[in-house]
């Protein structure tokens, strides 16, 4: 009976602990959206992994990771940030769908960073790492793997697309263009997701490719009534342009 009554405590005690622990991470975390002072989002931060490393099989461990990924965002941890997306991303399909969007963002925020400053009579690089660009095509490829109908899949193959022909991948960026062209039609950059298509495969040299997709941009640039660029899908049937994006 006594052992049964101290594991009861033991059990109570450790309950009240991670309640309140997640409490009070959550009223720092409200505190810090409000102020945006580091000490806060540390405060949140640091309160949310003591939970996640105590309490591992929590059931709401994947909401609190995605809290945990928004505070390490918040101070520049984008591999924390990113460790705590992952985790989240195995929860429900609701929280998986916001974990998953935010691992695209965090790292293509990372990516952007890595392109350096801009200051007088010096431009940012054109291109940051190649490893992060190539972690911002894999991370939004699963996120459309698993969620195919998420609203922002265009938006994600319009980024993959222009990323993928910046750092000189032709072919990936030819196939998400090709992908937004095709499954996202009523799009406003359908058109010119069609002729970057092509563009891509014209400098890759698969000429017997580049030409019916000229054909197709013209058609899709006729159909959404944009006359500039149906004359330059026009043009490049017969002289293609060497061009990055339209």
């Known amino acids: 009976a006594r052992a049964q009554a101290s594991d009861s405590v033991r059990t109570a005690g450790a309950e009240f602990a991670r309640t309140s622990l997640r409490t009070v991470a959550q009223e720092y975390h409200q505190r810090a959206r409000g102020t945006h002072a580091p ?3 540390r405060a949140a931060l640091d309160l949310y992994q003591q939970v996640l490393k105590s309490w591992p099989d929590d059931p709401d461990a994947p909401a609190l990771a995605l809290k945990a990924g928004e505070a390490a965002t918040q101070l520049g941890e984008y591999p924390t940030a990113l ?4 985790r989240a991303a195995a ?3 609701s929280i998986a769908a916001q974990a998953m969007w935010q691992r695209v963002a965090v790292t293509d925020e990372w990516y952007e960073r890595t ?3 801009a200051s007088p009579g010096k ?5 940051g790492q190649d490893s992060l660009a190539r972690a911002v095509l894999r991370t939004a490829d699963e996120l459309r793997a698993r969620f195919p109908d998420h609203p922002h899949a265009a938006d994600l193959l319009w980024r993959e697309g222009n990323l993928a022909f910046a750092h000189g991948w032709l072919d990936e960026s030819s196939q998400r263009f090709g992908e937004l062209a095709d499954h996202h039609p009523a799009d406003k950059r359908a058109p010119r997701a069609s002729i970057l298509k092509a563009d891509a495969l014209f400098k890759l040299g ?3 490719q580049a030409g019916p997709a000229y054909e197709q941009a013209l058609t899709a640039a006729r159909t959404a009534h944009a006359d500039t660029l149906a004359r330059r899908a026009a043009q490049a049937l017969f002289a293609p342009a060497d061009e990055g994006e339209a």
Not at 83 to 86: I, S, W
Not at 123 to 127: G, M, S
Request: glycine share 10%; aromatic share 14%; charged share 35%.
């Open 39 to 41: 000490a806060d989002w």
């Open 83 to 86: 460790e705590h997306y992952q």
């Open 91 to 93: 929860g429900s399909d």
């Open 115 to 117: 392109r350096g400053q």
């Open 123 to 127: 431009p940012r690089a054109a291109t």
């Open 206 to 208: 698969k000429y017997d």
